[in-house]
Nanobody, 127 residues
Framework: QAQLVESGGGLVQAGGSLRLSCPSS????????MGWLLQAPGEEREFIAV????????YYKDSVKGRFTISRENVKNTVYLQMNSLKPEDTAVYYC????????????????????WGQGTLVTVSS
């Protein structure tokens, strides 16, 4: 069974950086888009970033552009999220997600329809 397992979350001060990793097991997500969503306390899950198989296509939520970078290493079946200049409002559980649909559709589509989810990793940014 395919699994996504996030790691790299933790407590960091505002202005700091974290790098989230998400290796997959059980299958290779060939031709799948891989992405990250977050869920802040008391809020719905929301799109953050997504990347295509070839890494040529990336899409970001406006609030993280210039601060977050998504990347993937297909030989390691792993997707990453480098987060810089973190803010307290970035505090959330971050989920790694895989879905065959085009990444350009992710910001608008309902998150419940995305196919494969990790268990999430908590990121806490202190002020």
């Amino acid at each position: 069974q395919a699994q996504l397992v996030e790691s790299g979350g933790g407590l960091v001060q505002a202005g700091g950086s974290l790098r989230l990793s998400c290796p997959s097991s059980g299958r290779t997500f060939s031709r799948y888009y891989m992405g990250w969503l977050l869920q802040a306390p008391g809020e719905e899950r929301e799109f953050i970033a997504v990347i295509g198989w070839s890494s040529l296509n990336t899409y970001y939520k406006d609030s993280v552009k210039g601060r977050f970078t998504i990347s993937r290493e297909n030989v390691k079946n792993t997707v990453y999220l480098q987060m810089n200049s973190l803010k307290p409002e970035d505090t959330a559980v971050y989920y790694c997600v895989a879905d065959p649909s085009k990444g350009s559709t992710w910001p608008a589509r309902g998150y419940r329809t995305l196919e494969v989810w990790g268990q999430g990793t908590l990121v806490t940014v202190s002020s």
